[in-house]
């Protein structure tokens, strides 16, 4: 009994002072002097711009993780391919580098004298997009993976010896059971996208209005000593995160709860 | 995994060995455009390997390495027992904590790094000064990796089968001996997911850590520090050098963590 | 029908013929990232005046060095507009600005200011001079020289304000090692410096005269010290040679030599390259002021001091620590 309690105590303990505290620390900056100078802090052309272009990537990096990530996620479980182990290794590696390598090395590739520089990827949304994409790769491949070794085969089998298709048994059998870690793995994607900013910040070329994402912008703001500005706009992207996680666990069934 | 070929009618089987090729295609093809192909492109502009091999690069990717290893410890034993909480546990407030999770992803590392330096800096309102010294670096890190391990251990432990603890505890097992001997092998895939996640993450941090650490040389400075030192001036090819041996050795910690998960599995199979 | 249909032929055509008199130019102006709030009412000046009337900017603000090596990996730029001249001529050395950018009378120069030193209220360790700084106990920040281009204004500073001093080359390099014990941090940015400072750490921030007053003016509670021997600070512009709009361009930067459009730049904090605008400012002289060439010039002390391997900081902060 005492265990539980303990157990309680010593999460949450650890989560006041890692978690609760900074973030409470950010949204309570952002309103110190009220909720109007947060409001307006936001609400600048600059501000309502990086907003959009930081939608703009999350839009395009998500989906794109999200397939990559079950399609690999089944590859490397159903289908020991040879490689496999490699593949999964390499599926890490985008976050092992850190965010300004991961620019310089799409700058080398992107942009001027690089392999294929010279196509308006490099300082422009399609450059910023790949630099998203490739931060926040692993995510839902990391969720899905251990699912589906947890949950067997039996009953894939067991619905394809009854003469279902691959894309019925996977809508059938596979999807559910990986639905809720796919959400979390949307969620991380979509938090970890909306917080890039390293690679984000050497191929984009911040030209404002244009290619200056919100995190970006919220740079701008503390080189400007806009305190306001600055955490407005980070809470901001807390909120975004937050409320992508809602949406997720929204669409999590009523009747998987125990 | 049972083999299975024999069992299954034709019409099926050829549709079923087409789709896994075209999953495996897809996913390589997909993971050497956006990863392999600027990765190569990095290396090929790795020159200057002096880069690499002065005192203070080989202290600073010492400490990056230790470190990131300690975070990922760390996180192994924090996240699985916070998965616990918010998956086992019911309290006031489970929701709320639960959304927050995400968070240290979401916030820009500038801000990360400003909050902690202002909560455990020299100002503290709570009176705890970690700048400028390691504990900073391994706080600010624990921050930027907490929602990892959390993450992965969370849905697994959600869909595990609760007969086999009830049936355990029926026969007399303590809790401790149930969690040991059921429950963690379950969930130690996850938990190694998650560490390898965490791990890769710390060590290519770069915001966050600077302004608690305060980026002194043999001391504070992480590797990722010290190759931006490097690009900015003016040798990207020693930069590039140092990117490809961290790079190189965290492949080889994320291959022995996946050799580690494979090993810890293969019982169940 | 033909008054109608010439009527409409006009009516179209018109659009195009306004569109050929006005000046549909829009100049991109890469820069760091302190004059933002400068630039931003220089270009509105700029629109006024004849010259400018009709062009629009797109802008771009970062890190000195980042925003160089941007440029030099193909971020259009018509201006560049940098904290140190090495991260221009390092774009002459791409063929992207002209080698005679700087021979003009402000030797391509926009702007000026000092190396100061930043202290606590009240300046209670009495911090005045380099040789203060090596008083037992001080704790000097100083963004990292190797991760910020413009912190190697503060070590020349250093070094040059030994030399002036009396000491010589190698005594000034020694006085660099002395300090060096006394820097407890080292961000990676000279705005990243000034939080730490303000957070409490350290008695001593080596810092910009510009950027201590922008601080101030942002409500920042900063207070500077300026040593009598210090350097001068001298901050580069330039028409990049693939700019398509290098007549505006060049247009531009001459009305940023204008006593207005210098007076902008005073009232931001920066000391002005034309010296009558600096009139009814507060920008002390220092006796003992040198420049960048009294310690050798760029090339020379990039390559003596910065470089990565064999530089004099690069073997300081090697030494520093193990």
């Known amino acids: 009994m005492i265990g539980k309690y303990a157990l309680r105590f010593a999460s949450l303990g650890y989560l006041a002072v890692l978690l609760v505290a900074p973030i409470g620390y950010v949204f309570w900056k952002t309103f110190e002097h009220g909720i109007a100078p947060a409001w307006h802090a936001v609400s600048t052309p600059d501000a309502v711009h990086a907003l959009k272009v930081t939608l703009i990537l999350t839009a395009i990096a998500v989906p794109a993780n999200t397939v990559f990530g079950v399609l690999s996620a089944i590859a490397i479980v159903r289908h020991r391919f040879r490689g496999a182990g490699i593949f999964n290794a390499v599926v890490d590696l985008p976050l092992a580098l850190s965010p300004v390598v991961v620019g310089l090395a799409l700058l080398l590739l992107y942009g001027r004298g690089g392999w294929l520089g010279g196509h308006g990827v490099a300082f422009a949304l399609p450059g910023m997009a790949l630099a998203t994409i490739f931060v926040s790769l692993p995510f839902v491949v990391r969720e899905v993976v251990p699912v589906l070794r947890e949950i067997g085969t039996e009953q894939e089998q067991a619905a394809a010896t009854l003469g279902a298709s691959w894309l019925q048994t996977f809508r059938r059998v596979t999807w559910p059971a990986i639905r809720w870690a796919t959400a979390y793995g949307v969620v991380l994607t979509t938090a970890r996208a909306l917080g890039e900013f390293g690679a984000v910040s050497v191929i984009s070329g911040r030209l404002s209005g244009q290619t200056e994402s919100m995190t970006l912008y919220v740079q701008d703001r503390y080189n400007q000593y806009d305190d306001v500005g600055t955490y407005a706009s980070s809470a901001l992207l807390a909120l975004l995160a937050v409320f992508t996680l809602i949406l997720m666990t929204r669409l999590k069934p009523k009747e998987e709860t125990q | 995994m049972a083999a299975n070929a024999g069992a299954l009618p034709a019409a099926p089987e050829a549709r079923r060995s087409l789709a896994p090729r075209l999953a495996v295609g897809l996913s390589t093809l997909y993971l050497s455009v956006i990863v392999l192909l600027p990765l190569a492109a990095l290396s090929w502009k790795a020159h200057g390997w002096q880069a690499v091999t002065n005192p203070e690069a080989v202290a600073a990717l010492k400490l990056s390495l230790g470190i990131s290893l300690v975070v990922a410890l760390v996180n192994a034993f924090a996240g699985t027992a916070i998965a616990w909480t918010l998956v086992r546990d019911r309290f006031v407030g489970q929701g709320l904590v639960n959304a927050l999770v995400d968070l240290p992803f979401a916030l820009p590392t500038i801000v990360a790094g400003l909050t902690l330096l202002i909560l455990f800096g020299p100002k503290s309102p709570v009176n705890v000064d970690v700048s400028l010294t390691r504990w900073g670096l391994l706080l600010a890190l624990l921050f930027v990796t907490l929602p990892f391990v959390v993450r992965t251990v969370q849905p697994v432990l959600f869909e595990l089968d609760r007969e086999m603890e009830e049936a355990a505890a029926s026969l007399g097992a303590g809790r401790v001996a149930t969690f040991l001997r059921i429950i963690l092998p379950s969930i130690l895939p996850a938990i190694l997911s998650g560490v390898a996640l965490a791990f890769a993450r710390a060590i290519g941090e770069f915001g966050a850590v600077v302004l608690i650490s305060g980026n002194r040389p043999f001391k504070t400075e992480v590797a990722s520090l010290y190759i931006f030192g490097r690009i900015e001036s003016g040798d990207s090819g020693g930069a590039a050098a140092a990117s490809v041996v961290i790079l190189g050795i965290s492949f080889g910690v994320l291959i022995a963590i996946g050799a580690l998960r494979r090993w810890v599995t293969r019982h169940d199979r | ?322």
Do not use: C
Request: proline share 5%; charged share 20%.
């Open chain 3, 1 to 322: 029908m033909r008054r109608i249909s010439l009527a409409l032929l006009i009516a179209l055509l018109l659009p195009t013929l306004a569109a050929g008199a006005s000046k549909d130019t829009k100049l991109t102006l890469v820069a760091y990232s302190t004059p933002k709030d400068a630039y931003g009412q220089l270009i509105s000046g700029f629109q006024k005046t004849q010259a400018g009337n009709g062009v629009s900017f797109s802008q771009s603000y970062g890190a000195s060095g980042e925003q160089s090596r941007a440029v030099a990996s193909g971020l259009d730029a018509d201006i560049v507009a940098f904290s140190l001249e090495p991260d221009i001529t390092s774009l002459v050395q791409k063929n992207l600005v002209a080698k005679n950018w700087n021979k003009d009378k402000y030797k391509g120069m926009v702007t000026r200011s000092v190396v100061v030193f930043i202290v606590r209220d009240g300046n209670p360790k009495k911090l005045k001079t380099w040789n203060d700084l090596l008083k037992p106990g001080v704790q000097v920040i100083t963004p990292n020289p190797f991760t910020s281009g413009g912190a190697r204004w503060n070590v020349m500073a250093a070094y040059g304000g030994a030399l002036r001093a009396g000491k010589t080359p190698k005594q000034a390099i020694d006085y660099l090692s002395k300090l060096w014990k006394h820097v407890v941090a080292q961000p990676a940015s000279a705005r990243e410096g000034l939080t730490a400072f303000l957070n409490g750490r350290g008695d001593a921030f080596l810092a910009y005269e510009n950027e201590a007053i922008f601080a101030q003016k942002k409500g920042q509670s900063v207070q500077f010290v300026i040593p009598k021997a210090t350097i001068l600070i001298e901050n580069p512009i330039a028409v990049t040679s693939t700019s398509k709009h290098k007549t505006e361009a060049t247009s531009f930067l001459k009305y940023l030599r204008t006593a207005a459009a210098q007076k902008i730049f005073a009232q931001n904090g920066y000391r002005p390259v034309v010296t009558a605008a600096a009139h009814g400012f507060n920008f002390p002289s220092r006796p003992q002021l040198f420049t960048i060439k009294y310690v050798g010039g760029w090339s020379k002390v990039e390559k003596q001091f910065f470089d990565p391997r064999s530089g004099v900081m690069a073997k300081i902060q090697g030494s520093s620590g193990g």
